[in-house]
């Protein structure tokens, strides 16, 4: 009691300063507090829910080569802007999204004469603001620093990787951000020690959520985030250029051009799971489609010449064991047309893959005829996703962009796998980080240049996503993850159980998840220390859980063929969406998610869960969500793990089964140690 006294006492006396420069959430609960400091100009934001002080006063700013942009600022104005608008998406989680926002700008002049404006944008469930430099005599700054601070009131843990986890591709891990417990106390922070990646997923003291990223990602570099003196801080990826690696606060981090917009910095805040997990702020905070014509941007499930490279039964580069053969790609299409899968990734069909170096984009290998595929392709209706590895040869890959996509386009190619396999890329900047500001220019290039050949992207070794699948919805999955393939060959043995328990509460709020799911069969006799830490049933319920439009079923043909009733399963989840729920879940530990496929009333559910067993409950009240008064019967075919399952000693242990159910219905599923479930339901 005393401490809320106290915050109380804190929010009056900041708020009564300040009493115009304020902006709320539609329902009034949230809101953002500005202040520019009368005696110093310092700028600073505080946010308030339902009249608690949950984020203390925290800095804003920037630095720049010549100055800071984070003191001696005044305020000139102030302009609002009220939002309630809703959208179609071209796919996703739901095809309807809602924009209900109440925005503030405030216009602020520095004492030198640059203007510097921060827009604000609270929704109900969280806020966001960026910098924005509107036209002035000024044309150019070097960013060279970012204050951005993020000062939580309460303790909290957090779940992050590294900034410097290579590719992103780390075990997700929680740490405490206790403002009492700074991750490292000093002057210079140590940032390739510290520094976590952006996002971050917050769990309270008090129960409630929050997530930390940034949106709309374009033309600046990745926020990273650091804990010091009581407050998460931003740490922008620095520009390398031709320098050797350079970690200071004081190094380039940003080149800009007015008029210029940072990408946004959002906090979701919810009291629950599911709410979180709902929240469409960060696509919301991304422009509006770009694209005029998206008829051909078709979400789909595809399988691949591709585990088999990773379990090592094949190669990239053609010799004896080659994957990408014509052979092999017609048996892999041939398949797919049997069993409804709509497309098939081919990797190792061009040539350069001996050194990894020096790809050739449009020379196939000589075991690949593509004009053939290319027809059977046609012919059959199964879509061949193309591959373009750069070995993380970004700027050589640019040069010949419009070339390659003609190319790929020509053949009847509409989507492509990009990759940039180096943990430092060669830019046209000269080496970088991919999340540096010239990595990011890259992708949007590659985005951009690829929807005018009608080329949708799968891009691994990614920036984080962070929405730009709204403007560009030919982005429409992305890597950024440790992923499926870590349990083919990684030295600790492969992911533990939990793993994929944290992601759908961190990486896939961040966007579309290429994880690969779908093995079906767990030992890779090849490297026998590995292996997939997994029942079947986890595999199936990896199609509900995980979100991509582009959603690969990653085994091989032969494998699914050992467990053809489950795979089933596979051959009927779709990977479009009318809308998804969070049925249960807490991080780290399990997972339950309901979604109504796009345009149909069909429903399909899946649980994940970590190494413990659980039964979870289901009550199946969303089928009802259009007419309540009716209660329809629908059929529910049912994939559950056996009794006696357990991802280490049993996985392949599971039962199918059928019965009708009604909304007025609730499940109770158990699932087994590193078990899942999926289930149907059809009207
Ligand atoms: C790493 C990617 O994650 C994987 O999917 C791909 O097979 C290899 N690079 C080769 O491009």
């Given at each position: 009691m005393k401490k809320i006294f106290v915050i109380c006492a804190a929010c009056v006396l900041f708020f009564s300063c300040q009493p115009s420069t304020e902006v709320s959430s539609p329902d009034g609960k949230l809101t953002v507090h500005f202040r520019c400091d009368a005696c110093d100009g310092t700028i600073w934001y505080a946010v308030a829910r339902d009249h608690e002080l949950i984020m203390d006063l925290s800095e804003l700013g920037l630095m720049t080569e010549d100055m800071s942009l984070a003191e001696d600022f005044r305020l000139t104005g102030i302009s609002r802007h009220r939002q309630d608008t809703t959208w179609e998406t071209v796919w996703g989680e739901e095809r309807f999204i809602t924009d209900r926002h109440n925005q503030m700008v405030v216009h602020l002049l520095h004492q030198s004469g640059i203007r510097m404006d921060i827009a604000f944008r609270v929704f109900d469930d969280g806020f966001a603001f960026r910098y924005i430099f509107p036209?002035?005599?000024?044309?150019t700054f070097t960013v060279t620093d970012e204050l951005t601070a993020y000062r939580f009131t309460q303790g909290a843990e957090a779940w992050s990787i590294p900034w410097r986890t290579e590719y992103y591709e780390g075990l997700w891990e929680k740490r405490n951000l206790s403002p009492c417990l700074p991750l490292r106390e000093g002057d210079n922070p140590n940032p390739t020690q510290d520094t976590l990646c952006s996002p971050i997923t917050i769990e309270f003291a008090d129960g409630t959520y929050g997530f930390v990223h940034e949106a709309a990602l374009t033309d600046y570099p990745a926020q990273n985030l650091y804990v010091r003196d009581g407050a998460l801080r931003t740490y922008l990826t620095p520009w390398l250029g031709h320098q050797s690696p350079i970690t200071s606060h004081?190094?380039?981090k940003a080149y800009i051009q007015t008029p210029f917009a940072t990408p946004w910095r959002f906090v979701v805040l919810t009291r629950t799971l599911p709410e979180l997990v709902a929240s469409r702020i960060m696509l919301n905070l991304n422009e509006p489609c770009?694209?005029?014509?998206?008829?051909?941007i078709k979400p789909a499930k595809f399988m691949g010449i591709w585990w088999g490279m990773h379990i090592k039964t094949m190669t990239w580069e053609q010799g004896p064991k080659h994957g990408a053969t014509t052979e092999n790609m017609e048996r892999y299409m041939r398949f797919a047309k049997e069993h409804g899968i709509g497309a098939v990734l081919a990797e190792g069909w061009n040539k350069g893959w001996e050194d990894w170096k020096h790809f050739d984009f449009t020379t196939p290998y000589d075991d690949w005829d593509m004009d053939y595929l290319s027809r059977l392709s046609d012919s059959l209706g199964v879509q061949i996703v193309g591959h373009n590895e750069t070995g993380g040869n970004a700027a050589d890959y640019e040069k010949d962009l419009d070339s390659i996509y003609r190319y790929h386009e020509a053949k009847g190619i509409h989507v492509i796998k990009t990759g940039y396999v180096a943990p430092i890329i060669r830019t046209v900047d000269g080496l970088q980080w991919n999340k540096g500001q010239s990595g990011v220019r890259h992708y949007r290039k590659v985005i951009e240049t690829a929807a005018k050949y009608h080329i949708a992207i799968d891009n691994h070794e990614p920036v984080m996503p962070t929405g730009l699948q709204r403007t560009?919805?030919?982005?429409?999955s992305q890597e950024g993850v440790r992923g499926q393939e870590w349990n083919a060959w990684s030295a600790d043995g492969?992911?533990?159980?939990e793993h994929v328990t944290v992601l759908p509460y961190t990486r896939i709020l961040a966007g579309p998840v290429d994880y690969t799911p779908g093995v079906f069969r767990f030992e890779n006799p090849i490297i026998p220390t590995t292996r997939v830490h997994s029942t079947l049933m986890n595999q199936l319920g990896l199609f509900v859980c995980f979100y991509s439009p582009l959603q690969m079923a990653c085994d091989l043909p032969e494998h699914y063929m050992e467990h053809a009733d489950a795979f089933r399963f596979i051959e009927q989840v779709p990977c479009d969406w009318e809308r998804s729920v969070l049925v249960d879940g807490k991080i780290g530990d399990f997972c339950v998610f309901a979604r109504q496929e796009r345009g149909t009333d069909n429903w399909y559910i899946g649980g994940i869960t970590d190494e413990q067993a659980r039964e979870v409950t289901i009550p199946l009240s969303f089928l009802n969500h259009q007419s309540p008064m009716t209660n329809h019967q629908y059929k529910a075919t049912f994939y559950l793990d056996a009794e006696d399952a357990d991802w280490e000693s049993r996985p392949y242990a599971y039962r199918i089964e059928e019965r009708e159910v009604t909304s007025a219905d609730t499940l109770h599923v158990r699932m087994a140690p590193g078990g899942g479930f999926a289930v149907q339901i059809l009207p």
């Open positions: 036209e002035q005599e000024q044309k004081q190094s380039p770009k694209i005029e014509d998206t008829s051909w560009y919805p030919n982005l429409m492969g992911s533990p159980c």
